[in-house]
């Protein structure tokens, strides 16, 4: 499955795209909530930890549509005050920073059975995975293969992969703004 390199920088790329803002430091408390709402599905490994395998409940109902429409509206309820975006448009952007955990997961080389995530949780507990691998994977295991050549091109790529469109939607929402201030 992918890092959080993948999910963090996606996260705010959907940040960026839902501000149309570029990156700004004063917005420093969304710039840490998307990354860890767009990561949140793989704290599922926690419970694990305590029971010696954490991939025991990894890939489960966490990365799921039902999961991600639980989350969403949950996290809707609470902080739609205080959201940048209007009612529906909050709820939406909480939506799609959650799911897209599942949608670069769902392509992900994975190489650890069951294969894929169970994605249409609560409709089947089936796992699903995309024939077709857009991103590599990670070894997590064992500890010594986090640092491995592998993890290391895993880890390049998908800072290319994401965060160059981070970067240019940045830019390019940075232009329009410098623009319509002159």
């Known amino acids: 499955m992918a890092t959080p390199i993948a999910h963090s920088l996606f996260g705010i790329t959907l940040y960026v795209l839902f501000t149309q803002k570029a990156i700004q430091l004063k917005e420093w408390k969304w710039l840490l909530f998307a990354p860890l709402l767009a990561s949140l599905a793989d704290f599922d490994f926690i419970p694990g930890l305590f029971m010696g395998d954490y991939n025991s409940f990894h890939r489960g ?9 639980i989350i969403s509206l949950l996290l809707w309820l609470v902080l739609r005050k205080g959201c940048s975006f209007s009612g529906w448009k909050c709820f939406l952007f ?24 169970q994605f249409l949780w609560p409709f089947s507990s089936d796992y699903f995975k995309s024939p077709v691998d857009l991103f590599l994977d990670a070894n997590r295991t064992p500890w010594t293969r986090v640092f491995s050549l592998h993890n290391l091109i895993t880890y390049l790529s998908e800072c290319v992969l994401f965060g160059t ?4 939607f940045s830019k390019w929402f940075g232009k329009k703004e410098y623009n319509s201030s002159t």
């Open 61 to 69: 109902v966490s990365h799921s549509i039902g999961v991600t429409l």
């Open 94 to 117: 909480l939506f799609c920073l959650y799911g897209s955990h599942l949608v670069i997961d769902f392509f992900t080389r994975d190489t650890w059975a069951p294969h894929g995530a």
């Open 165 to 168: 469109p981070l970067y240019y």
